[in-house]
């Protein structure tokens, strides 16, 4: 972990992935990670055409996610039945400890910018591999 002295201000460098347990690999932002935040975090969520989240949740953090180009739905709530489409400018806030999982199902990239209300967006999740086959097989019907 970088840590910054509590009287500067950290910059954190485009360049920087990682692999989210959710599958999706992340531009590097600001976290406990990379300048050692405490109370919240900020990622970049680049996501291709066809790439998906898998179906998890954050145990009591919430969400807020802009979508900074492109457009991408987002699958939630029990059995990931819901659905909302989020178009380029929109913010989407997501309660702590609800089920989600992005879907690019565009046909173009996307680019999210994403806050936690936790210093890392990989504490606290939720693996639900059984939603994943569900909304695979919905998915797959659909089409």
Not at 14 to 25: A, D, E, L, M, R
């Amino acid at each position: 972990m970088t840590s910054s002295p509590k009287d500067m201000v950290a910059v954190v460098k485009p360049g920087q992935t990682y692999v989210g347990k959710q599958g999706i690999t992340y531009g590097a932002g600001a976290s406990a990670e990379t300048v050692g935040t405490s109370k919240i975090c900020m990622n970049v969520m680049p996501m291709p055409p066809g790439a998906s989240a898998k179906a998890h949740y954050h145990k009591s953090i919430e969400t807020i996610a802009y979508m900074l180009e492109g457009e991408c739905v987002v699958y939630y709530g029990a059995g990931l039945k819901k659905s909302v489409l989020i178009n380029q400018g929109e913010q989407c806030f997501v309660p702590a400890d609800l089920p989600h999982a992005p879907s690019n199902e565009s046909g173009k990239p996307c680019t999210w910018i994403v806050v936690h209300s936790s210093a890392s967006d990989q504490d606290d999740i939720v693996m639900l591999p059984e939603l994943d086959a569900e909304l695979a097989k919905r998915l797959k019907g659909a089409a």
